[in-house]
């Protein structure tokens, strides 16, 4: 059986799972916003130790690759690199947002939006099929009355993730089901993950980076006199 150890830190919250075969048999997850640096390396030696493994026998690791938390990101997927390094195992990125959408199954002519809260009325989205196929591209979109119109006129779209309350707000459409409940987690990770561990669909350790979808920007302070330069 294949096993794999999956990394989540795109939001708040910090988990860490082991999966054979993409099922799930061991989690270990933390709702504690700024614990990725410090608790990360301790959930990983949990779950392990849950699941009865030995570090060296997985088979991989994967990593949430964003859209998320630019300091979640980077800190998931630092660690990931070094662990897929020092045990000499093939590193995996997974789609935040395709991760999610893998939890709810769908009739066939159904869509899933899984969003995540980009601050604002801005949202991370990507529109996926019944087969998770993505229909639409990972983006960023700005929410209005309009939004999703061209995919709700002619299918029921299921939305889900941590922004479902913000698109629930704005969007009045017959066609719109709001999915509450489903957080951002490595325990979602493992189908896709295993997936792709099947097709041989390695991330290269040297030129791996997040998707962080908008750059990351540094905040101004009037107190920095070298931001005046």
């Not at 199954?105 to 996926?128: C, N, Q, S, W, Y």
């Not at 979109?141 to 299918?155: C, M």
């Not at 962080?212 to 005046?228: D, T, W």
Request: proline share 2%; charged share 25%; hydrophobic share 45%.
């Amino acid at each position: 059986m294949v096993s794999i150890l999956s990394i989540e830190t795109s939001t708040a919250s910090c988990s860490v799972a082991v999966h054979l075969d993409g099922e799930l048999v061991a989690l270990s997850e933390l709702a504690e916003r700024g614990a990725h640096a410090e608790r990360l390396m301790l959930l990983v030696e949990e779950v392990v130790e849950k699941a009865e493994v030995g570090f060296r026998d997985l088979d991989a690791i994967a990593v949430s690759e964003g859209p998320g938390s630019y300091t979640g990101l980077r800190i998931g997927v630092s660690t990931a690199k070094g662990l897929a390094f020092g045990l000499n195992k093939p590193l995996i990125g997974v789609n935040t947002l395709q991760a999610l959408a893998s939890a709810v199954e769908l009739k066939k002519g159904e869509l899933l939006i899984p969003v995540l809260d980009a601050r604002r009325m801005e949202v991370f989205r990507e529109v996926f099929d019944w087969q998770l196929n993505s229909v639409a591209k990972l983006d960023a979109e700005v929410l209005a009355e309009i939004s999703f119109e061209n995919f709700l006129k002619d299918h029921r779209v299921y939305f889900l993730g941590d922004a479902v309350d913000k698109v629930e707000s704005v969007v009045k459409h017959a066609n719109a089901t709001f999915v509450y409940g489903l957080t951002f987690s490595a325990r979602y990770m493992g189908k896709i993950a295993f997936g792709k561990y099947q097709k041989r669909r390695f991330e290269d350790l040297a030129y791996f980076v997040p998707n962080y979808l908008k750059e990351f920007k540094a905040l101004h302070s009037k107190k920095n006199p070298l931001l005046s330069l």
